[in-house]
């Protein structure tokens, strides 16, 4: 018989990660098949055509801010905010081919020569702003001099003569003759900070953008001025540009909510797309990226939310816009429909999407949504709630993927949900709330601080602080009687699961064992699930009640084994997500799916249970 196994079936990607005010870079390969961008501590890669085929780069330690592609496509270069450069190739995604320190602070930008060799990374530094490297050794290449202040931009151009520019906070454009690059002239034509530098594809002409809504032209070979265009167009920072493959037109990204298509030799708008109902900061437009090698006029732009949207010449419409997280996914929860083929997942910063697993697609929860962390979900008959340290119980419409109504202000702040037979309990820091649909029912304090809570039927199960299960039943009005207190002598109750039939409760705690206990007697079933090295945050059972998974802040999936003969077997997905494992479901056909720290949504193929 086959072993048991557990491999990566897809990535549900993050979107990319935005600061207010600060351009995010995205980068296409020069066939326009695939584009690059950093989220969390990650890179990833990802289909253009079929978003839901990604890859992701998990060498950084540090969260990523920046990604390119070397021309000739085969590698990619990645930097982080701690000034680390990597350089990788994104068909074998695992391994790192170099790793150099360029500057002690963030890296914001990075440029490749047009021979895929020499590489200039730029950022905020503290003595240095950026250093030109060949990405195979290291070995310096040239200086990066000339800036009082923080680097935003890099650009090189591609043929020879090979020349740089770099812009920054100090509102200089330094012009580098190369290779080695030397510093050749600054100009100040800026008012205030420069954000974006671009090379024309035949290396003919540089622009610069930035802060004062300037867009200015220079010659690509002397780096001298040649003229302004524009002047008064955006009416907000321009933050990224980006040519098309021609060089007679490039797209720009601003503040002002809108992204602009530009003839350069007329210096005129062609098209201009504006996102938002009036002033809406979401909707700053705060990187943009013409993807070369296509015959479609695609341009993707991202706005403050890390959304994607896909826009073509000629159509006033995004053809596509997609979604996702760009925080660490804090909750997960499985639709209600029997084939698992939904999934709800909630973020660090509040957000709620649904996902559809079998095409892969994202879509944020149209309403208000949370403002603060999600911490957990339960269906209950057609709808889903969730609870977020906001201290609010919301309601999600399934079907119209919507958040209903009025939120409901919870009494404390949540720690855990469960529902069944329409009766909702929502454990908080001070005790239990009750609610048939968001309508409180009762409030009970406890003499203890719960972690978790599970419902079956009539049975309720709390994880104590006191490292106790304690078990009560309730009913239809909300009341909890005591009925036992199990001691789960190791460690607290950090997470609870009935199996479906509720004949089995799992209880996983802080030091990362997992108890299991029949529910007619209470007796421990199994005490050998103890492969986790840190607190188990979630644990799900498969419809059968055969099998559970788990995950944990030690970035474990583990598949473990309820059948006695077979318990001290398991499966394990090591490095499931940098920062850890923060919910667990079974979705469509026996595959598990889990959300974590790296602000992904990960599916996982089990094969060969014992």
């Known amino acids: ?60 330690t540090a969260p990523t801010t920046v990604a390119r592609f070397a021309p000739n496509g085969f590698k990619v270069a990645s930097g982080d905010a701690s000034g680390m450069l990597h350089v990788w190739e994104p068909e074998t995604i695992d391994k790192t081919r170099g790793e150099y320190g360029i500057i002690s602070g963030r890296l914001n930008d990075i440029a490749w020569d047009g021979d895929s060799q020499r590489v200039i990374a730029v950022g905020d530094g503290r003595e240095h702003f950026g250093r030109c490297i060949t990405a195979d050794s290291g070995n310096s290449v040239g200086e990066i001099i000339g800036h009082s202040k923080s680097v935003n931009a890099v650009a090189m151009k591609a043929q020879r003569p090979f020349r740089a520019a770099t812009v920054g906070d100090d509102g200089n454009m330094v012009f580098y003759h190369g290779a080695p690059y030397k510093f050749n ?28 809504k300037r867009i200015q032209l220079y010659d690509g070979k002397t780096g001298e001025p040649t003229k302004q265009i524009g002047d008064g167009e955006h009416t907000g920072s321009i933050f990224a540009i980006s040519w098309s493959q021609d060089g007679k037109k490039f797209a720009t990204a601003s503040a002002d909510q809108t992204v602009k298509l530009w003839d350069v030799g007329a210096g005129t708008v062609i098209q201009s797309w504006k996102f938002g109902d009036g002033v809406s900061v979401r909707d700053h437009q705060v990187g943009v990226v013409i993807p070369h090698g296509r015959t479609d006029g695609l341009i993707i732009s991202v706005n403050l939310d890390g959304e994607l949207t896909y826009l073509a010449e000629g159509k006033s419409d995004p053809i596509k816009i997609i979604q996702g997280h760009s925080k660490g996914v804090t909750a997960l929860g499985a639709g209600s429909d029997s084939q698992s083929t939904t999934l709800w997942s909630g973020s660090f910063d509040g957000r709620v999407c649904h996902w559809d697993v079998k095409t892969g697609t994202a879509t944020t929860v149209d309403g208000q949504q949370h403002t603060n962390k999600v911490a957990q979900f339960a269906c209950n008959g057609g709808k889903t709630y969730s609870v977020g340290w906001d201290d609010t119980l919301r309601t999600i419409d399934e079907s119209a993927k919507t958040f209903l109504g009025e939120s409901t202000q919870l009494p404390a ?84 699961a009935f199996s479906r039939d509720g004949s089995h409760l799992a209880a996983g705690n802080s030091v990362g064992k997992i108890y ?95």
Not at 37 to 44: E, H, N
Not at 442 to 470: C, M, Q
């Open 413 to 496: 702040q949540p720690v855990d949900v469960s529902a069944s037979d329409g009766v909702l309990y929502v454990a908080t820091v001070s005790g239990v709330a009750v609610y048939s649909g968001d309508k409180l029912v009762k409030e009970h304090s406890l003499n203890y601080t719960p972690g978790a809570i599970a419902v079956s039927g009539s049975t309720v199960a709390i994880g104590a602080d006191d490292k106790s299960v304690r078990v009560y039943k309730g009913d239809s009005s909300g009341n909890l009687q005591e009925t036992k207190t199990i001691s789960n002598p190791t460690g607290t109750i950090s997470t609870l």
């Open 185 to 212: 002239v600054k100009h100040s034509l800026h008012k205030n900070f420069v954000l974006g530098a671009a090379y024309s594809p035949d290396g003919s002409v540089l622009v610069t953008v930035g802060a004062d």
């Open 1 to 60: 018989m086959a072993s048991p196994s557990i491999a990566i079936d897809r990535i549900f990607a993050a979107v990319p990660a935005t600061t207010r005010g600060q351009p995010t870079q995205l980068s296409a390969d020069s066939k326009g098949q695939r584009l690059a961008y950093a989220s969390g501590k990650s890179i990833f890669v990802r289909s253009i055509d079929n978003p839901s085929d990604c890859k992701e780069y998990t060498g950084h």
């Open 516 to 610: 299991v206990y029949k529910t007619d007697t209470w007796e421990v079933a199994s005490d050998r699930w103890s492969a986790h090295t840190a607190r188990v945050t979630c644990i799900a059972w498969d419809a059968s009640g055969a099998y559970a998974a788990s995950g944990s802040l030690d970035t474990n999936v583990f598949v473990w084994c309820l059948e006695k003969k077979n318990q001290g077997k398991r499966i394990k997905a090591a490095n499931a997500h940098k920062d850890g494992v923060n919910g667990i479901c079974w979705v469509e056909g026996g595959k598990i799916a889990s959300g974590g720290g790296d602000n992904t949504v990960k599916i996982w193929n089990v094969q060969n249970l014992p």
